[in-house]
């Protein structure tokens, strides 16, 4: 068994990894730039149900984060180019330092 594999895990879903490759695309990301990509069931009042959280940890700089309030499988490339290339913040980009 790999590293990091855990039984019954299959891994990120295609969904999951075509939208992690499209941002990778997208803002023109090195192999040494890690890309995560989520989607996160929300129980908070007044909050969507559903969120996907896009990640990009650089191996140098600050990380930043991106939420979007919509299922993985429901987002198109350009919800992700409008998200990740608006420098608008109510686009729901966090720099996380």
């Known amino acids: 068994m790999p590293l990091g594999a ?11 990894r075509e939208l992690r490759d499209t941002v990778r695309t997208l803002l023109g ?8 990509v989520r989607q996160l069931t929300r129980t908070e ?12 940890l650089p191996m140098d700089g600050a990380a ?5 309030h919509q299922l993985a499988d ?5 919800d992700l180019r409008a998200a990740l290339l ?4 109510d686009h ?4 996380d330092r």
């Open 64 to 68: 930043r984060r991106w939420t979007l």
């Open 74 to 78: 429901q987002i198109t490339k350009d």
């Open 86 to 89: 608006n420098p608008d913040p």
């Open 45 to 56: 009042p007044d909050c969507p149900p559903v969120e996907t959280v896009v990640a990009v």
């Open 6 to 16: 855990r039984p019954g895990h299959p891994g990120p879903s295609p969904q999951l």
């Open 29 to 36: 990301l090195d192999d040494d730039t890690a890309v995560m």
């Open 92 to 95: 729901h980009d966090h720099p």
